[in-house]
């Protein structure tokens, strides 16, 4: 993915809005499971392994879970993709 760029307050305040809405168990981050179901909620047809993938994609630095700045690089950079 590409570098965070610089974006309004409104808009990362509705950013982190997402992130705590998906991040079910308010641990700060978002597991696998979370992530496939973030993925059903926006792209219904999506498989679970599509969600799996899509979470190797995000999960950049590989230690199991995306945290905020990951999940905000990645909103900001492609999430319509999914």
Not at 11 to 23: H, T, Y
Not at 58 to 66: F, P, S, Y
């Amino acid at each position: 993915m590409s570098e965070i760029r610089a974006i309004p307050e409104k808009q990362l305040a509705e950013i982190k809005e997402n992130f705590d809405f998906f991040d079910q168990d308010n641990n700060g981050e978002i597991d696998q499971e979370e992530f496939v179901k973030l993925l059903k909620v926006i792209s219904p047809d999506s498989t679970k392994e599509q969600g799996e993938k899509g979470f190797a994609y995000v999960d950049e630095n590989n230690d199991g879970h995306i945290d905020l700045n990951e999940f905000i690089e990645w909103w900001q950079t492609c999430w319509w993709e999914y």
